[in-house]
Structure formats: structure tokens, C-alpha cells
């Protein structure tokens, strides 16, 4: 028996094998809760070296999480990619560059005399993927919308801003539904937006920043008053570099005062976008180095936790991983040579009045750049996707990375990476991964050139779809797997609302002190940024067993305040000793 279960703690991922040696070894199973994120003690230490299990550095050797091929094509890249709330994913590419591998159906064609390379293009440039089902369905576009931004409205409408060319100032809108399509709003934007960034406000709009030679921000949807305005921001002429740029696609998060957080290039300030006035401005980034668009690194807000119901006194702390060394892109672009992409990562809290940068290195001897940072339903942060040197753009980026890695933000600095088990296939530029409802992770997309291109090169254009399975999905974890039995998906709450939520425990035996709420915005994805990324932590109270040794209901407050939960669907995910549930969608407006 003892055997038995020291060989399950070696397959188990160190997290948990800390966990199995103190249950193992303490009569009291309940004494491994204040050491879960500790790292080994030198009993437990010697304990393994006897028994040749592998030491705790362990921790960032690979072998955890599965991948799953689910679409070998879906006929276009996966540019851009949006979970909506009727679970399916709203997926689309550029328009200008010829013919993709899917047909539009009917017959219907796109007709555009301006058209540089395809005049009559009866293809495909979007798709909306059915995550149950595992199928797709072609979308129309009519107007450019490569290199753009989105948010969603809180009705579940996916709005988005932007383009090249015929379509650098249309709105785009789409709401979801077994016949709907893309509508399009030509002319509502008040100036050209490519490679902008949109984030959601408290009053329901979204914000749209930046974008090539846009130093401004503006609003949608707009009133009659503002229908042309752009606010200048002079924060983004500051962090433009000669040549490269280095600050398109910025990243920025609402922060819980309702400032927001903007960093481009190496720079971030707090902006108050009620005023038009800058309130903060935050060190440079340790290194000094770039890590916005083309020098692509990418960001999270991590979540925002408080011992209070109303979220008061609430830390926000972001967190900043790989990018390209200054002059990379350069580098590559004219002499083909491809520097080695960042190995830090940076995390600052925005909401302290002296913040200081933190810098970790990224495990596994290598930077990373265009990897993909999502918030996994226990908190934790995956890095995926990506390249190990270059720059992002159309044949900049070599040595792609495989493995993705997970952050854990609560353990002690030099415990907080673990790289888990590789891809086959390379996703550099152009790729895309979005967390579902399920807990998995979908990932698509890549193609850094200028069309469709099969063969005769490095890195052939990738339309296919995996799933990868984060750890926390394996079934030696199915006894203490939550299921949300109440309320039922698609429930509305307002601020401030106290919720029953009501689980079934396979095992039966709940953890009280282990039980907390995440609640998380789904974020639009593209080059290597999630936008709208947020997710909030509730703690439960009167934590009861009802209905069976197996049921538990407890209460949560959800926020109090759309600054802190701007109104709009979220996943609410229980989590019980680290493993989360499936999802359930809520409404809070």
C-alpha cells in the first residue's frame, strides 16, 4: 500500500506530491494546508533522495498536461479569437491576402474592386467553432480586419474596432446565435485604429488606445457629442521607437481606483481617462528592454483578491513575461539575424504609492516572445505559444517554444514556474489560445507570412486546433473535483449580491478552508495579448453539507462595483484544494 502510493505521488506533479507526503506522514490531513505553497522541508527533502524520486527543483521539469488534436483545419488562422457566452468561439483572420481554405456557403461571394490580390474572394475569413460539438461554421466579412481589437458588451455582444485599409474605421459587431453574422458600422471609428487595444469600462463602453501612428485613445459606442473625438495621449508619442515602434497592441488593465494601467514599450503610467490626465508614472521595466508589439511579450492582471466582501483595500499587481531584446525586430528584418527573446518576467503592484518592479526568470534556459498568457480558473497563469528569438512580423521569428509553462503567483519567488509537457506543432506568429469553460485550453492559429504557405518553408502556415489539458484536468484528481450543481449556468446577479452556490464533491469530503470563487472575464485574444483578461476571487461563507454526505452549499458576494467587474458575462468557477470545477456563465449587471 505504501508503494502504491509513493508511485502515485511520482506521477502526480510536485505541487501535490507535496501534499500526499504530509498527508502520508501526518495523522492529521488537515496539517498540509498552511504548507501547500511552501517549498520541501529538508525531512521530506531527504525522504525522496532515499526513496531516487526526483528532487524538488522538479518542479520545472517537464511532464505534466495533455494535448489533444481537435481540428486538424477549420479551413483560416486563427488571428483573433473571442470565447462568447454560448460557448462557442467567435475566430477570425485578415481578408486582403487571397483565398483561405474554407468556402463560404450558398455561394456567396465577396466583392471588392479595391482588392489588391482578390477581386471575387467566395472564401472564408472567420469562423465561429462550437466548443461541445466540435465544429464550425464559416462567418462573412466584408471589410479588412487584420491586426485589429475587440471587447465584449455586456449584452454578450462581441464588438470590435478596426483594420487595414477599406477597414481601419469600421465597427464590427457580433452577437451569437445558430444563423447570426458579422454586421458591419463603416466610418464608427473617429480615426484609423491597427494594432490598437480596447479594454472594457465600468459604464459598459470600451476604451480604444493607440495603434500605427495613432498617439490618442476614444470611445464606443459614442454619443452624438463625441461622435469624432480622439483624446490625444501623449504617453504613446514618448514610447515610440524609431523604425520599430515597440508599443503597438499596449497592454492595459482597469484598475480597482478606475484608472487605467497602460504600459507600451518599457514605460507604464496610471491614466485617468475621465480628465485626459496621467496620475502615475511607474518606473521603467527592469532591463530597460521592450516588450510591446513587434518586440512581443505579453501581460496579465493578476487576480484581484480581498478579505472583504466589497473588495476594499484591494492589491493590484501585474504581471509582464519574455518580449525582444531592443533592435531585435531591426535585426531581423534586415539582416536576418535572430536574437535571443527575453528570459524575465516582471510583476509590480499598481496600487502601492512607491511600486518597484520584481523580476524571475523564466525556466528551461531560453526566452520566449509571442507566447500567450491566460488566467487559468485556479488563479495560476499559463504561458504558452510562442518563439525563443527574433521578432514577431512576417518571417522574423525562429526556434519556436513547445512547452508551456504555469506560473503560480502565490508560491515564494524561485518556485513559481513549472513547464509542462510540449506541443508538436509550432505556433509562432499569428497564434492564439483561449481558456473554455471546461478548464482546457484552445489553442490555433500561426502563420508568419503574407499569404497561405504549405510547404518550401520553415514554418508552414498552421490551421489546425488542439486542446491542451492543464494538469489540474487529470483524473487522479476527480475525488476532490468540485461539480457546481447551483446556480445554473446563465444566471444574472447584481453588484453586491449574495449568492448560494451549491457543489457536489465526487469524494466526499470538503476542504472548507480550501473552497474559494474565481470569477473571470473571457479575453480577446490576438498577438500574444488577452484583452478584457480579469479575473476576481470570492470567499465563501456558512459552508454547509446539505443533500447527502457528498453536496455542499456555501455563499459569495459578488463585487460590489462594475469598476472592480465591469457588467458583462463571466465564468465562476469553484475551486476545492486547488482543482477547479467545470465553469458555469453568469451575467452581472
Known sequence: MILHSIFMMVILRPYYLTISLLILTSPNSSSYINKMRQPFSIFFTIFLLAVTLPPPCAVVSAGSGQWQLLQKSIGIVAMHMQLLHTDTILIFDR??????????????????????????????????????????????????????????????????TGGFNDGDRVVRTFFPCATCDWKEIPGGLAVRRWYATNHKLPDGRQIIIGGRRQFNYEFYPKSDATAKNAYSLPFLVQT??????????????????????????????????????????FPIIPGNDPRCYPSTGSAVLLPLRSKTPNFSFTEAEVLICGGAPRGAYTQAKRKRTFIGALTTCARIKITDPNPTWVVETMPGGKGRLMSDMLLLP??????????????????????????????????????????????????????????????????????????????????????????????????????VRPRIVGPVSGTRVAYGQTVKVRVDVAGGSLVRSLVRVTVLAPPFNTHSFSMNQRMLVLEPSNVTNVDGPTTFEFEVTTPGSPVLAPPGFYLLFVVHQEIPSEGIWIQIL
Open 240 to 281: 515610440t521607437d524609431p523604425f520599430e515602434e515597440n508599443n503597438l497592441y499596449p497592454f492595459v488593465f482597469l484598475n480597482v481606483d478606475g484608472t487605467l494601467f497602460i504600459f507600451a514599450n518599457n514605460k507604464a503610467i496610471l491614466l485617468d481617462y475621465t480628465k485626459n490626465a496621467v496620475v502615475k508614472t
Open 378 to 479: 485556479n488563479g495560476n497563469v499559463l504561458i504558452i505559444n510562442g518563439a525563443g528569438s527574433g521578432s514577431a512580423g512576417w518571417e522574423y521569428g525562429r526556434d519556436p517554444v513547445l512547452a508551456p509553462l504555469v506560473y503560480y503567483p502565490d508560491n515564494n519567488p524561485g518556485s513559481r514556474f513549472e513547464i509542462l509537457n510540449a506541443s508538436n506543432t509550432p505556433r509562432m506568429y499569428h497564434s492564439t489560445a483561449i481558456l473554455v469553460r471546461d478548464g482546457r485550453v484552445l489553442v490555433a492559429g500561426s502563420n508568419p507570412h503574407v499569404g497561405y504557405n504549405f510547404s518550401h518553408v520553415i514554418f508552414p502556415t498552421e490551421l489546425s486546433v488542439e486542446a491542451f489539458s492543464p494538469p489540474y484536468l487529470e483524473a487522479a484528481f476527480q475525488n
Open 95 to 160: 481578408t486582403d491576402f487571397g483565398l483561405s481554405n474554407l468556402s463560404l456557403p450558398g455561394g456567396r461571394c465577396r466583392h471588392d474592386p479595391n482588392e489588391r490580390v482578390v477581386k471575387t474572394d467566395c472564401t472564408a475569413h472567420s469562423v465561429e467553432y462550437d466548443v461541445a460539438s466540435n465544429t464550425f461554421r464559416a462567418l462573412f466579412l466584408q471589410t479588412n480586419i487584420w491586426c485589429s481589437s475587440a471587447s465584449v458588451a455586456a449584452d454578450g455582444t462581441l464588438v470590435q
